[in-house]
């Protein structure tokens, strides 16, 4: 049945470039990925500025020299890399793929939503880390922490990084078939 409103999620390839036989949903949700991880990107670069600049009500000791801060900013790095790793590689075997045999697999497809869905996830982490670390600070909506918090939990109401897409991708990880035709 054609869609009424343009382009549908099930209709032909139309064009014949090979970025155009990747599934709407698939260029789409690393999208929300990478936005995460930006964002996360810009709370970790945020609180770095804001630590070399405090010092904490009742202390001496400025906000980058306290080992909860150094702790904080560390688990945010590793969650922000390794999360973009897997995001870039995902998508990287999912391209190989599809240049090596015109088409895309089901496990590129959920390994694609997967790394997207994780991307976000570690986003989330990353930016609370930064945001509890900054404590008062990063409330005021002149500091870049409290338009990342906001900015990155909204990227969570997505349909496409729901946490319904871990059970999805789970299935064709275990060999099922995907419960839904948007993988």
Known sequence: MPSTYGSGFFDPYVLPEPRY????FC????????????????????LSEIAG?????????????TADAQVRVSQAEALVR??????FDSLERLWNGLMATGEITMEARAHARLAASHAV?????????????AGAS?????CP???????????TQHIGVHPRVMQ????VLFGLEADTPLL
Do not use: N, W
């Not at 999805?168 to 299935?171: E, I, P, S, V």
């Open 53 to 65: 600049a405090k010092t904490p009500v009742r202390t001496t000791t400025m906000l980058r020299d």
């Open 121 to 133: 996830a570690s986003a989330v982490q990353a930016v609370d880390a930064m945001y509890i670390a």
């Open 27 to 46: 260029r789409v949700i690393p999208g929300l990925g990478a936005m995460a991880l930006g964002i996360a990107r810009t709370a970790i670069d945020t």
């Open 168 to 171: 999805t991708t789970g299935r």
């Open 145 to 155: 922490l409290e338009r990342a918090f906001r900015d990155v939990h909204i990227i």
């Open 138 to 142: 990063a409330v005021y909506t002149s």
């Open 21 to 24: 036989r990747i599934p709407e």
């Open 82 to 87: 390794s999360a973009r790793l897997f995001l």
